[in-house]
């Protein structure tokens, strides 16, 4: 069945909160902040992260960032982020995507499917090269960026930090 994506929204329901329960709090370097929430609270976050993604409410440090979920049929399978630019930080030490398949669903092919996904909203964002860090030993993401034509050009004490050129 084929697989797409849908932007974050507010009247995202139980089926979401329940998908990003089975992402860890810090997944191998990635962060789900509404892993331990109650339902309620997850509904507060989804205003916030629908208001980010216009570039509403951000903090100094922030920049815009765009949430989605991958779907197959009717069922969520994947969260992904999409930060708009980066500032200092973000080039010194990660990158423009953030991603992460529910634990009962990886191993399927759905993250190299998943980062294919967000790589061409990047093109609709008109994000031409487009940066993304894997932690050293998370072999799965590094295998995922490598697939989706990542070429490694630095490491941190840490990451692992690919470039990803897209013909726009
Ligand atoms: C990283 C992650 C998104 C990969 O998703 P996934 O659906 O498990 O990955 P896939 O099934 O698409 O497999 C990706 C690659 O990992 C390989 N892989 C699968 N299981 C593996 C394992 N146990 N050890 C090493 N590699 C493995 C696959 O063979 C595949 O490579 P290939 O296509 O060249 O054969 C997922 O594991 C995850 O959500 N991890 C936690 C969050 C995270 O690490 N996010 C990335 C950092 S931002």
Same mark, same amino acid.
């Given at each position: 069945m084929k697989l797409n994506l849908k932007k974050l929204s507010t009247d995202d329901g139980r089926m979401i909160y329940d998908m990003l329960q089975e992402i860890e709090s810090n997944d191998n370097g990635f962060h789900n902040a509404v892993k331990g929430m109650s339902y309620e609270e997850c509904k507060i976050w989804l205003r916030k992260n629908a208001d980010m993604s216009e570039g509403i409410g951000l903090k100094e440090w922030m920049v815009p960032q765009?949430?989605?979920?991958?779907? #197959?049929?009717?069922? &969520? *399978?994947? %969260?992904?982020? #999409?930060? =708009?630019?980066?500032?200092? @930080?973000?080039?010194?030490?990660? /990158?423009? #995507?953030? %991603?992460?398949? &529910?634990?009962? =669903?990886? /191993?399927? /092919?759905?993250?190299? +499917?998943?980062?294919?996904?967000?790589? !061409? +909203? $990047?093109?609709?964002?008109?994000?031409?090269? *487009?940066? #993304?860090?894997? @932690? !050293?030993?998370?072999?799965?993401?590094?295998?995922?960026? *490598?697939?989706?034509?990542?070429?490694?050009?630095? +490491?941190? $004490?840490? !990451?692992?930090? %690919?470039?990803i050129y897209r013909l726009l």
């Open positions: 765009t949430s989605y979920w991958m779907f #197959i049929g009717e069922m &969520p *399978v994947g %969260y992904g982020r #999409i930060r =708009h630019f980066l500032n200092d @930080n973000l080039e010194a030490n990660s /990158g423009h #995507i953030g %991603y992460a398949i &529910p634990s009962s =669903h990886r /191993g399927k /092919g759905y993250g190299n +499917e998943l980062l294919a996904l967000l790589l !061409k +909203e $990047c093109d609709k964002l008109k994000i031409s090269t *487009v940066q #993304i860090g894997a @932690n !050293k030993n998370n072999e799965r993401s590094n295998k995922v960026i *490598v697939n989706n034509a990542g070429i490694l050009v630095k +490491e941190t $004490c840490t !990451k692992n930090i %690919y470039l």
